[in-house]
């Protein structure tokens, strides 16, 4: 008894603190996995809300923003359909993206976010498809996998249009997730702000700040952000900016 | 236990030496319950464990057919399904066998031109699902 007593009274060593706490810290950490969430998306998420961007007065935080005079050196090009370009720069502290090209955001993750693009000027080139298409929750910038919402002129007998579409592989996806016409009185010739909102499986699509298309999907919950210009238009942005809702 | 029969100071044979007290751990009860909860724990993590390792195992199937055009002429396009990795290069006479597809209902895309035309289809396990002639339509492009 009394051996027993004293080898009882020595306390717990260091090892043994480790241990627990080395178990604690497993048992977490498998939890999180059952339970769906990945521990890097936790980690992620925990930079996020640790990271950049002040919190605004309706609660939301600004998580990236670009308004293109520091250059591009953060973004790569998107590949659409086996080709891709080069043709984007900046200019007048603007981003200048020709026909067939892109830029995508690499090595960010994003899940329930606004994403606008500003003072869009999209013009027509050539006689091929006069569109601008903002990428979201997007990802493999080589094979895109993700959302576009895209805006899309009035092309040969089509009238303009408005899309949700799913990319896999590098493909857009027919049918698209929601498509509907341009509203009549669109100026196709000024400038305009075009704005992501994806939060769970809703996603929402606004034009100079008023809500023009809405649809539902569930296919892919994050990713990152890009902008592309069809192949028969160039575009040119003044400001890109990813936001937290509030 | 009352206390009248509790260890006492007059009492040299029931009380509890002083030698016998770790001053740096009066209570020794702790030690116990430390190993209590470390017991605790490794089962906890032991079992999540088994948990994650039998919900990771996943079900494949493998999906086969042929891809036409509108007029019945093969088409070499690539086949996926929605949400998984591997591809699929339908050979010159259209026919194709995607191997490694989850069970269960999938998005089948047949990827040509730039666009990826969909169909529903249920893949069994271990089994090579047979969805016919896919005919798609190569007159769409996008760009």
Redesign the interface.
Known sequence: M?KQ??R?????GAV?YG??LG??A??GI??V??FGLSVFELFSRVNLVLGEGATSDDGSRVLFSSDFDGGLDDWESVN????SSDLWFTEAGRLVADR?SGIFLPDNTFDDFSYRVEDVDLSITSN??HGASVFFRADNSSRIDGYSFRVQRPNRNDPGRIYFS?W????????YIARVEAPEDFDWEGTYDLEVVARGTTLQGYINGELVLEAEDD?YSSGSVGLYS???SSLTADRIEVSSLP | MSLSSSPSFEDPETRIQDS???P??PH?????T??V??GV??V??VG??A??IL?GVERYGAVAGVILDLNDNPVQA?V?V??ADN?ALAGPDGSFTLEDVPVGGQQL?V?Y??????LNVSVANSEVTQVGLVRIDTS?E??
């Open positions: 009394r007593l004293r009882l009274s020595r306390g717990q043994e241990l627990l178990l604690i497993v048992v498998l939890a996995q059952l659409w359909n086996r080709r067939y091929s498809w799913t896999a592989n590098g493909y857009q996806v027919n049918p296919t069809h192949s028969g | 016998e007290i770790n740096n751990n020794p009860q702790r030690r116990l430390f190993r909860l470390i724990f490794g906890i993590a999540l464990a948990l994650n919900g690539e996926f929605l949400g591809i895309i990827g031109n730039g666009i990826g035309q969909s769409l996008d760009g």
